[in-house]
């Protein structure tokens, strides 16, 4: 039976749907305090990831609360250092009181946007990664500046497809502000997950196809009904015999 991971964003300010979507996740990315989040929010979704056996990893992102982080802004690779490097440290404390350790880092928003064509990004990205925890896997998209930032130095990668985003014709995901770039509609979602387990592509914003490599498949936390997506998105994958769990 193939194995697929499936990850969401939390600890983003809903702990209601956190609770409840949590249980049906393998991986959760918990945001690290500074585009959300706090140590209070951070504990309370270690603690509820730990006890449905979901692995816990870092979603750390732009200072920039007010924008939830999802405003680009220009960073030196020491400034980048610098911005990780607390995250990491913050969340990984609390994992570890509580009995358990980081998993994967996965960049929020703008960070991981930008991340995905800017390549001197992308290098100070794994280079503070490495700093922190050099076994510390990296998601990010299949192909992208991160992924070939990772590989060149031998960084634990895995690929990322998305179940509840449209990509562009380049394999970026269509910007939130377009028309559509969200996917909410279940029956749609489970169609995108279809292809991307079956075909390995799916339909971008054009109508043409594109290919998508992938270990592990998001559903975003804050997407409108995300517990109802990742509930038919678990449905879709038992039904195409494939078990969700973290990757090695």
């Known amino acids: 039976m193939r194995q ?19 249980p049906l996740l393998s991986s959760a990315n918990i945001a690290c305090g500074l585009h959300a989040g706090d140590a209070r929010t951070m504990r309370a979704t270690v603690v509820i990831a730990m006890r449905n056996g979901v692995a816990v990893g870092a979603h750390p992102g732009f200072d920039d609360r ?57 290098v100070a990205i794994v280079a503070a990664i490495r700093a922190f925890a050099p076994s510390l896997r990296l998601v990010g ?34 910007p939130r502000s377009e028309p559509g770039a969200l996917i909410t509609d279940p029956a749609e979602v489970a169609r995108q997950v279809r292809s991307l387990v079956t075909k390995g592509e799916v339909r971008a914003s054009d109508g043409s196809r594109l290919a998508v490599s992938f270990g592990t498949l998001c559903v975003h936390g804050d997407t409108p009904g995300a517990v109802t997506l990742a509930r038919r998105i678990r449905q879709e994958l038992g039904a195409l015999g494939v078990s969700v769990s973290t990757p090695g």
């Open 4 to 22: 697929l991971d499936l990850n969401a964003d939390v600890g983003e300010g809903d702990p209601q749907t956190d609770a409840a979507l949590l």
């Open 66 to 122: 007010e924008g939830f982080g999802r405003r680009p802004q220009q960073l030196t690779a020491g400034e980048v250092r610098e911005l990780l490097l607390p995250q990491l440290g913050a969340l990984d404390a609390i994992a570890r009181a509580e009995g358990t350790a980081l998993h994967h880092v996965k960049p929020h928003g703008a960070l991981y946007n930008q991340a995905e064509t800017d390549s001197a990004l992308a």
């Open 141 to 174: 998209r299949a192909g992208s500046a991160m992924g070939e930032a990772a590989v060149a130095v031998g960084h634990p990668f895995t690929a990322e497809a998305f179940a509840d985003r449209r990509y562009r014709p380049d394999g970026t995901l269509l």
